[in-house]
């Protein structure tokens, strides 16, 4: 058994041995054993050090617990999470997924901290070059520096509900950030809104492939 497979099942065997304490500390949408959680974080970054997870709920239905496994949008690590999720135990009150999904129907506004970001702020193109699929995300006051800006953030939220993370990773060529121009229509830019359908209407005629973020 390689190193890798080890670090799996050690992961696994942890969480059944401690689901039940999880779930029993949940309180609302939150789960209140952050020791618990430290846990699983620092056992997945022994098995990948891009692997993240984070848990969701449909309320309306009351369906199980479902605990997200993801690579932080790094295409290298998607394995990673592939092979992971092919290791996962059956466990009672807990579902386990890899990578988010749409979200139909589609947020429009995501509070990130102490932010509120809505969809209309954002307007996008998408050009196919040589067989590749380039995403600009135009935004008024564009950041400098991407990770210390919390509408980056809403932005990738929003692109996971719109196309879903999977497909982020592997139809996106490069992700670029523009500021946004006074006229975006004069620009041959569309809100954000409406990349789904664009995106659906090309990706089937690229190659998957990664994602660079600049």
Not at 136 to 147: C, G, N, R, W
């Given at each position: 058994m390689n190193q890798t497979r080890k670090k799996i099942n050690v992961f696994w065997e942890q969480l059944e041995d401690t689901i039940e304490q999880l779930l029993r500390s949940r309180n609302d949408d939150r789960f209140e054993a952050e020791p618990l959680l430290k846990q699983y974080r620092d056992q997945l970054r022994k098995i990948d050090g891009n692997l993240t997870f984070h848990f969701e709920r449909d309320e309306e239905t009351e369906g199980p617990v479902e605990m997200i496994f993801g690579c932080d949008g790094f295409p290298e690590s998607i394995h990673s999470v592939l092979s992971l999720i092919g290791a996962?135990?059956?466990?009672?009150?807990?579902?386990?997924?890899?990578?988010?999904?749409?979200?139909?129907?589609?947020?429009?506004?995501?509070?990130?901290?102490?932010?509120?970001a809505e969809m209309g702020d954002f307007w996008c193109a998408l050009r196919e070059v040589k067989?590749?699929?380039?995403?600009?995300?135009?935004?008024?006051?564009?950041?400098?520096?991407?990770?210390m800006e919390p509408r980056v953030e809403a932005v990738m939220i929003f692109l996971d509900a719109l196309i879903g993370e999977y497909e982020l990773m592997t139809r996106i060529w490069t992700l670029d950030w523009f500021e946004l121009p006074v006229s975006p229509e004069d620009h041959g830019l569309i809100p954000l809104g409406n990349l789904r359908d664009l995106f659906d209407g090309q990706k089937d005629v690229i190659k998957p492939i990664g994602i660079t973020v600049h």
């Open positions: 996962a135990p059956e466990l009672t009150g807990i579902r386990f997924k890899a990578f988010n999904d749409r979200y139909d129907p589609v947020p429009q506004v995501v509070n990130i901290g102490e932010e509120l067989g590749r699929l380039h995403l600009e995300i135009y935004m008024t006051d564009s950041p400098k520096v991407l990770d």
